[in-house]
């Protein structure tokens, strides 16, 4: 059995690999060299290595607590403990690959001591904490950001009391509204079930503008106050304070839009994640904007595309007929 | 299909009531014909469909899931149903048990309050308790003029609450019964599956 899950486990490595496109695959490759360069300079020395190898078995001990198929590979498998223990050597294993270069040999024999180790580790049954309570005044059809403050509530609280509190210092307040829509990102990830989607009885495209309309709304009550003291404080910062407005509308459209146009009922987003990154840079660079800006307009044609195929039913024209 | 009457759907596994139901809910173009009500072409609007299978946006609430649609002109008591139902509207739909999930969707089916029905495997997951408080539920439809659609692999269920029921097989309704040929039905189903299967099962087990 345990060959079988790790001949499972390559063929899942490699179909994610293949699933890249390659110029993204070679501009990945090309961003964790950087890193990886990084962790070899840093392990040179006892110091570094025992460091990184605490590290790495935190991560994983975390891992163990939290993966979602612990279960099913408990249920099913006789030792489960194998199988962990495999997935762990296997994520190890570059930083093992630099630790034997390095001549650190014993620290790698302990770390794959640890892996076996970390894969005896029970995971407690837990149920999904609730979270914090979303405001009553955000509207029910705003239900992304009402689970997304159950999910992040702390977070998000945190980086909007900083950008508050970052207004005594230039650039600190933008950067903390910065990380926030970052986060606000993450909450667009998941398509809902169709019920949902149809529950309004909208065809596509207005569908589409009324949810734009909603969050960009909902984003500007949020920014707009900070940005205003922001502009009091520090007028000649004028122009900065309008390029982050528009940048940060930029993104929150994209956001939403990438989301429609890949949209597929209760599964996770995943496409569109270079443009969402590459707008969440765009904030520091502003030359990526036009960028941005094609992809939106890309997207929001492909989101009222997928859209129809879902809400044609409620077409003005539309009828369950031939 | 007559009107103000709870219609069920039989049919083995592959038969096509999923597909029947998400043609009338237009999930799914026709290839041909149409769907009619009253005289005019079938709207989505008309319909409240509830699927076999019920999902949730990660980390919402029952009572989110109950906000976002509209209620019907005779309002929506969702303390009510919640004491009914004895459903946690409070708590993430995570830790929702498989009846609740049920029970939740189908409240998210009545609220909207449309004059078609539609119910796929509604029974499933369910306890006796909420079984029996979801036929009264499709009876007190009924009184209300509305036209009902049930599909159940329990025959039962479809007995007890149904004033018709339509076998389909390869995807066409092959016979409708009455009341008074439910007998005949479940004959008819259970003769077939008891001469094919009770042989292999003797061998098998």
């Known amino acids: 059995m345990n060959s079988a899950f790790l001949r499972f486990r390559l063929r899942q490595s490699g179909k994610f690999i293949r699933e ?3 110029i993204y695959l070679v501009v990945m490759v090309g961003l964790l060299l950087i890193p990886g360069i990084a962790l070899y300079q840093f392990t040179k020395d006892l110091k570094g290595s025992l460091i990184i190898a605490a590290i790495l078995l935190a991560l994983l001990s975390l891992l163990q607590l939290r993966r979602k198929d612990y279960r099913f590979i408990f249920l099913t498998e006789e030792n489960g403990w194998k199988v962990f223990s495999m997935d762990y050597f296997l994520l190890s294993l570059p930083i093992l690959i630099i630790l034997l270069v390095n001549s650190f040999w014993y620290i790698a024999l302990a770390i794959i001591a640890g892996c076996i180790g970390i894969s005896f580790i029970k995971q407690p049954f837990h149920r999904t904490k609730k979270g914090m309570e979303a405001p009553g005044w955000i ?4 239900f992304e950001l009402r689970a997304g403050i159950r999910q992040y509530g702390g977070l998000l609280l945190i980086l909007y009391l900083s950008a508050w509190i970052g207004l005594l210092l230039p650039f600190a307040s933008l950067a903390s509204l910065w990380f926030f829509t970052v986060v606000l990102s993450d909450i667009f990830r998941f398509s809902e079930p169709v019920q949902i989607l149809c529950a309004q009885e909208r065809p596509a495209n207005k569908f589409l503008h009324r949810k734009l309309f909603l969050y960009l709304k909902l984003s500007i009550y949020a920014i707009i106050p900070v940005c205003a003291i922001y502009m009091l404080l520090y007028p000649q910062h004028w122009w900065l304070i309008l390029t982050f407005l528009v940048g940060v509308s930029l993104n929150i459209a994209l956001f939403i839009v990438n989301k429609y146009a890949h949209y597929l009922p209760n599964t996770k987003i995943t496409g569109g994640q270079v443009p969402i990154t590459t707008a969440v840079i765009s904030i520091f660079l502003p030359v990526f904007s036009p960028v941005v800006l094609f992809f939106l307009i890309k997207y929001y044609l492909a989101a009222c595309r997928n859209l129809t195929i879902y ?9 369950s007929r031939i | 299909m007559e009107s103000g009457k709870i219609h069920g ?3 083995l596994n592959g038969a096509g009531k999923t597909t029947l139901l998400n043609t009338l809910y237009a999930f799914i173009r026709p290839s041909e014909g149409s769907i009619c009500y009253n005289e005019r072409p079938l709207k989505r609007r008309d319909i409240a469909y509830l699927e076999a299978e019920n999902y949730f946006y990660p980390y919402m609430t029952g009572r989110e899931y109950l906000n976002l649609f509209p209620a019907g002109k005779n309002g929506f008591e969702t303390d009510s149903w919640q004491q009914l139902f004895h459903l946690p509207l409070d708590d993430i ?3 929702y048990s498989t ?6 969707a189908l409240l998210g089916v009545l609220k909207p309050d449309k004059p078609i029905v539609v119910l796929d495997e509604p029974f499933n997951g369910l306890d006796l308790e909420s079984a029996h408080i979801l036929t009264l539920i499709l009876q007190q439809l009924r009184e209300g003029g509305k036209t009902v659609l049930v599909t159940s692999h329990v025959f039962e269920t479809l007995t007890s609450s149904c004033d018709q029921i339509h076998h389909i097989d390869h995807g066409i309704i092959s016979h409708s019964y009455s009341r008074e040929q439910f007998g005949m039905l479940q004959k008819l189903l259970y003769s077939t599956i008891e001469d094919q299967a009770s042989d292999q099962i003797k061998k098998l087990i």
């Open chain 2, 99 to 104: 009846g609740m999930r049920k029970k939740l």
């Open chain 2, 93 to 95: 739909t995570e830790n």
């Open chain 1, 139 to 142: 509207p029910a059809e705003a």
């Open chain 1, 20 to 22: 890249i496109p390659v």
């Open chain 1, 311 to 319: 809400l044609y039913a409620y077409n003005p024209e539309s009828a």
């Open chain 2, 9 to 11: 759907l039989v049919g």
